[in-house]
Structure formats: structure tokens, C-alpha cells
């Protein structure tokens, strides 16, 4: 089953990473005005919630990083059993999680 660009159900999940190096000058542009959110782990993982499929997801992002920059992204299940676990990454991101789960 595929999704549309802009699927009006609940958002997936994504675990996004970019080679640091490779960031644009400016902020990266998650691509959040397609109702997703996001919150930073480290520098060039992100944790977004998307309604984006990955395939646009990860093509928008490709797009603003340099030709051949590392990049990934893997949706993950949004249930606390299928968050990633984590240590010394930016603060609030367990509370981010929690707060999407209950749709707040």
C-alpha cells in the first residue's frame, strides 16, 4: 500500500541522518508545513514526524544537501516500543515523542 504526498492520517515516524558536514549554511528545511514536527537528536539525526512518505521526504532533504552527502531516513514505529533508545542526545527529545503519541 502506498501513501499520497500528503496523507490526511496520522503522520509516520522518521529517524532522519545527514552527514554534519554536509549541512547547508542555513537551517535544513524539514518540511514541516506539510503538518510534520520534528526535534533535533545530534547534529544531522533528526527525529521527524512526517505525513511525507519517506521517498519525499528524503528527496526534499537530498535536494538541499550537496551532491553526494550522506543521508538516511527509516520510518520507525511511533509507539514507545518502537522509539529508539538514547543517551546524551539534545535534551527533550523523550518528552517530544510522548507529547506526539498523545497527540499533543
Known amino acids: 500500500m502506498t501513501r499520497s504526498e500528503t496523507d490526511a492520517g496520522t ?3 522518521y529517524l532522519l541522518w ?3 558536514a554536509a549541512a547547508p549554511e542555513g537551517p535544513l528545511d524539514l518540511h ?4 510534520g514536527d520534528a526535534h533535533p537528536l545530534a547534529d544531522g539525526l533528526w527525529l521527524v514526524r512526517s505525513d511525507l512518505t519517506r521517498s519525499k ?3 526534499r532533504i537530498k535536494g538541499q544537501l550537496p551532491q553526494g552527502a550522506a543521508l ?3 520510518p520507525l514505529d511511533d509507539t514507545p516500543e518502537g522509539w529508539p533508545k538514547f543517551k546524551g542526545m539534545a535534551p527533550g527529545a523523550l518528552a517530544w515523542l510522548r507529547a506526539g ?3 499533543g
Open 32 to 35: 514541516l508545513d506539510f503538518g
Open 72 to 74: 538516511a531516513c527509516a
Open 101 to 103: 503519541a498523545d497527540g
Open 57 to 59: 521526504l528524503y528527496h
Open 11 to 13: 503522520p509516520t515516524l
Open 18 to 20: 545527514h552527514d554534519p
